[in-house]
């Protein structure tokens, strides 16, 4: 059978906090997030796997206040320097990625720390990682982040994977049949990232043979996945 040609097309990801499903495995994030307002703590942290959902919740805490997300990799630049001289002000800076955080870079987020407990500045972290696991080479900022208590994001359980697994087909505006929900859990490990990209794969097999999402052609996937691990 010829295949169809598939172009990477940008996916309409729902952000929003309606969109963001809650189960045991991320609830202490969630409140951790909806109670932004009663934070005791200048800096809160948040970690867990790829795809756990943290950059949705730092896109739902800016819905929630006057936020700026910066990427750790890019903390040297003219929006850090405003923030850190007071020319510009905000409820909440977000640093994700802190795994990535560079060097050259690590004074910065230690001054931004500092900053935060002296001038009413709130920060959300957010990486992978727990501090015991970066690579910071700063003594006083690896003090600074252990002595911060971080919100784990566990492993999803199978609610959430059901939710996570409708949304992201939604999120291609795809209506899938619960049948290929149902079988394709058990079959998989529960992990965030190998779930975008098992649907990913759904959709651009369907698209490039021009085949509906069923329980056979899901089944040829997961079997060729297998395979490859």
Known sequence: MAEQLVFDLPQRTAMGR????????????????DGFA????????IYGPSGAGKSHLGAVLENLCDAVT??????ENTETDEILTGAK??????????DVLPTDSEEVLFHLLNFAANAGLKILLLSEKPAAQLSIALPDLVSRLKAIAAIA?????????????????????IKIDTRVVDYVLPRMVRDYAELAD?????DR????????ITVPMVAEILQSHISDT
């Open 38 to 45: 009663n934070w005791t703590r200048p800096v809160q942290w």
């Open 198 to 202: 098992l649907v990913a794969q759904i």
């Open 89 to 98: 002000h905000c409820d909440v800076v977000i640093i994700d990625r802190i």
């Open 18 to 33: 309606d969109a963001f499903m809650v189960s045991d495995s991320n609830r202490e994030a969630v409140t951790l997030v």
């Open 153 to 173: 994001v566990k492993s999803p359980d199978d609610a959430l994977m059901r939710g996570l697994m409708m949304k992201l087909f939604d999120d291609r505006q």
């Open 70 to 75: 910066i990427n750790a990799d890019a903390l």
């Open 205 to 212: 097999k369907a698209l490039a043979e021009k085949r509906a």
